[in-house]
């Protein structure tokens, strides 16, 4: 039974494209609708990975779950890839967890085209995410 069926889909027309991504808009969205990777941002930094398992079991079963990290420091850095068995899945858990609320933070999950090495490592100026270095630069 295809859950997603029953809820309202939010249509904001914003299309992330990963910079690593080789090759037309229209092959890049073909790579997004058949994926079965999502990412996962603002997360609390201090999760543990089994929480996250657990949650995202909830919509399917997850085949992995890769933490972001602080390329810097090696620490967790407030976002995750959850990859599961089956795209429907996929596609479920961003409907049921798009703004969901998980210890005081909303959490932003989009469609990934799939996880691929060294997309763990956060992007931002001090090896973490932008948006922490958006916040860092704001309170210092």
Known sequence: MEL???F???DDNRIYIEKS???TQEEYLKALEDSKTIYVSNIDENIKEERLWMLFSM??????????????????????????ERKEDA???????????????????DKDMGFAE???????????????DNKRRRYS
């Open 4 to 6: 997603a069926k029953y």
């Open 8 to 10: 309202a889909m939010e």
């Open 21 to 23: 991504f080789k090759g």
């Open 59 to 84: 919509v399917g079963e997850v085949k992995r779950v890769i933490m972001g990290i602080n390329r810097g420091l090696l620490t967790f850095c407030g976002f995750c890839f959850v990859e599961f």
């Open 91 to 109: 596609d479920n858990a961003i409907i049921f967890f798009k703004d969901f609320c998980l210890d005081g933070k909303f959490l932003k999950v």
């Open 118 to 132: 060294n997309r763990q490592y956060g992007r931002g100026v001090f090896g973490g995410t932008v948006r922490s």
